[in-house]
């Protein structure tokens, strides 16, 4: 049945329904009450703030990448900068790759 097109449309369109209605709020209250359970386990209580953070945007991963490409020295949105910035910021980012490149003693396919 999803091989059907209208199907599979119409299973994803419900899905995303759900997700950005009520499942969402029934997820971040989930959350919410593992962290704040100090009878949780505390593995279970920073997964869950783990999980929130990075879904926010606020993670580590996202804290280090904005600072490799030295998105945190500016507020600016990206189409606020010059052509300058920009290259700088791709130097930046392709320094930053070749160092990972480095460290891991791999090839990275970037």
Known sequence: MLRVP???AAIKERQAALLSGDLSGVALSTLRAVMIDETAPAAARV???????EAAGHGLAAALGSARLGLDASDKPLSALSLSEL????????????SIKRASGSVLDV
């Open 87 to 98: 290259e700088a910021m791709a130097e930046q980012a392709a320094a930053s790759v070749e």
């Open 6 to 8: 209208a199907i599979a």
């Open 47 to 53: 997964s869950a703030a783990k999980w929130t953070l």
